[in-house]
């Protein structure tokens, strides 16, 4: 027989305390609940000044009676100077109490020398602060049954302590008050409570009352999934008028946002599937041929060496795949392209002259001013023109020729452009060829990544700018970009980076 022992089904996990469901019940209940503490704190105020107020007059009336006694014995004391004692005449007690006040005239020693007589023969307890210290000092201390308030006052005389009177009075009378304050405060509270409920939760239903049709009209497209519809409520001026309003709003956003958020995970799924397979062959490529290399170890130097090419030439395929898949992440994530005053004719130099050592015969020309001032992020330009330079060559014949212009708006904007003899996109081609991993010719995939236009799309816009696209199947391709002009504060530090920027544009000048 097994020892575990079995879980009692009927034993359930203690639940944690939940708030009502409906909005009215917990504004009713925040309203009791918030007007029940400042009430019962009101009321603990209130009889905690009451309280302190009666105690402190019982006290009060204690060493009044206390201060009575003192001055009545001390002219009554008288020395001996023949004995080594004192002797004290005290008068009565009795003569100083009262009905509700006990008076104990004592020793130091704690030997009773009289009490009133409403003591009835009981003695007051000794207070040991008094008769050991000399200070004065209040206690509470139970006599015939019932709490007494007792002061102890040392008899001083030359300043030597001599005796101690203690002065008592009954508590009861202060207690009896403090209850039926307590009786009163608490039937008042819980009636202003009952009555403060009934109202708000009345004002709350009738407040509320928009709000439930509103939640019924929410509801209801909730339920058919229709975000085109809308709430349909008078507009009334209030919060519940406001709030209709805000939710026709936020309904539209809803409709706008379920729309990209469709286009976006169909195109996350294309991009994830169309990366694996680009990944995938690289990746197959380098490991035949490591593995070749492995099991032949004979291999002669000529096909050494052309597997060894191999593998290099995917690994840079590869790595350039990765590099454009990292820039566009960092796209994804929401990364700012920082803009600065810059030569963009300068900038399109440097990238013609770049990109003529990549050119099989083709002819490379640019037609551009001396200068272009421009505000932009000058390494994002400047990849734009060599990813755009990149597309023309790959898609040009060796005979055919490229052209790169660049003229300034006068408004203070710039266009560029890039044309190419090419074969040219179909026209079926063109809405698609900004996609990631898109090709127009899928037999030259293993050309390029096919990232590289959705990666100029996105600099462009970045900057704010558009680009567009003509082309015609054998006749070739033109990519303009359209880029704004610069911000206030951006041509206001143009000046700042003018002589860089002409030191920069020599440079680039003798390059073509």
């Keep these: 027989m097994s020892s575990e022992k079995k879980k009692d089904p009927t034993m359930a996990k203690p639940r944690a305390l939940r708030l009502p469901g409906s909005l009215r019940a917990r504004l009713t209940l925040w309203h009791a609940l918030i007007l029940g503490v400042v009430l019962v704190a009101f009321a603990a105020a209130v009889y905690a000044i009451l309280a302190n107020s009666l105690y402190g007059q019982v006290r009060q009336s204690l060493v009044e009676r206390a201060r009575q006694v003192n001055d ?12 080594p004692g004192v002797e004290i005449f005290i008068p009565p007690p009795n003569t100083f109490a009262s009905s509700d006040t006990f008076v104990q005239v004592s020793t130091p020693d704690g030997r009773v020398l009289g009490t009133s007589e ?88 009738e407040t509320l009352r928009p709000l439930r049709r509103l939640m019924s009209t929410a509801e209801s497209i ?32 809803l409709e706008a946002s379920d729309r990209q958020l469709r286009e976006t995970l169909e195109a996350q799924r294309r991009f994830v599937a169309d990366a694996s397979h680009e990944l995938r062959t690289p990746l197959t490529t380098i490991r035949g041929n490591a593995g070749l290399l492995r099991a032949v170890p004979e291999m002669s130097a000529a096909d050494r060496e052309a597997a060894l090419a191999e593998i290099h030439g995917e690994s840079e395929r590869m790595s350039r795949l990765v590099g454009d898949l990292l820039t566009l992440a960092r796209a994804d994530a929401g990364r700012a392209l920082e803009r600065r005053p810059l030569d963009l004719a300068t900038l399109a130099r440097e990238a013609v002259a770049q990109a003529r050592a990549l ?16 505000a932009g992020d000058r390494d994002a330009l400047k990849q734009l023109l060599l990813i755009l330079l990149d597309n023309a060559i790959r898609y040009t014949p060796s005979s055919g020729h490229i052209t790169v212009r660049a003229e300034a708006w006068r408004d203070g904007g710039a266009h560029i452009s890039v044309s190419d003899t090419g074969e040219g996109i179909a026209p079926e081609h063109l809405p698609h060829i900004f996609e990631r991993f898109y090709r127009a010719d899928p037999a030259r995939a293993t050309e390029g990544t096919g990232l590289g236009l959705s990666i100029a799309s996105w600099i462009v816009r970045q900057h704010g700018g558009t680009i567009e696209v003509e082309s ?25 980076s003018r002589s ?8 680039g000048g003798g390059n073509l």
């Design 72 to 83: 009545a014995v001390r002219p009554r004391i008288t020395y001996s100077h023949f004995s």
């Design 118 to 205: 409403n003591l009835g023969g009981r003695t007051l307890p000794e207070d040991p602060v008094t008769s050991h210290s000399g200070r004065p000092d209040f206690r509470v201390v139970r006599v015939g049954g019932e709490e007494v308030e007792v002061y102890s006052s040392p008899l001083v005389v030359d300043g030597r302590t001599v005796g101690v009177v203690q002065v008592g009075r009954s508590l009861a009378p202060v207690r009896q008050t403090l209850s039926q304050l307590r009786l009163l405060a608490g039937v008042g509270l819980l009636a202003a409570l009952v009555l403060s409920v009934g109202v708000v939760s009345f004002m709350a239903g």
């Design 500 to 507: 860089s920027a002409e030191t920069d544009g020599r440079r």
């Design 472 to 496: 015609e199947p054998g006749r070739g391709s033109t990519f303009t970009v359209h880029l704004p002009p610069s911000l206030p504060g951006e041509r206001e530090n143009g000046a700042a």
């Design 359 to 374: 050119t099989e015969g083709q002819k490379l020309s640019l037609d551009a001013p001396e200068r272009i001032e421009l």
């Design 222 to 253: 909730g339920s058919s999934r229709d975000l085109s519809r809308r709430v349909k409520l008078p507009d009334s001026g209030d919060e519940v008028g406001r709030l209709a309003v805000t939710f026709n709003e936020m309904l539209r956003r």
